[in-house]
């Protein structure tokens, strides 16, 4: 919800928004002023690292290959299955 309101505070206002979205106003001001938690900042690195795989072999690659790739002892990046 929150990166809805970011997408659309500047045209709306973030409290038009909010009463229309079951969210209070002060609840999207703490999220967006809350540092990104461990959790997220790895999946970010995840991400970036299985979109290189994938692009790596050519877009073919499944999920299944994938995440066998990125947990190989070569990866700098092991990950479980359900991440990202």
Do not use: Q
């Not at 929150?2 to 009463?19: L, N, S, T």
């Amino acid at each position: 919800m929150i990166a809805v309101i970011d997408g659309h505070k500047d045209r709306f206002g973030v409290e038009p928004i909010c009463r229309v979205l079951p969210i209070a106003p002060s609840t999207y001001h703490d999220a967006s002023r809350r540092p990104a938690s461990a959790r997220a900042i790895r999946d970010g690195e995840l991400k970036a690292e299985i979109a290189r795989v994938h692009a790596e072999h050519f877009g073919v690659y499944g999920a299944r290959k994938v995440w066998r790739h990125c947990t190989a002892k070569a990866s700098p990046w092991p990950a479980a299955p359900w991440s990202g």
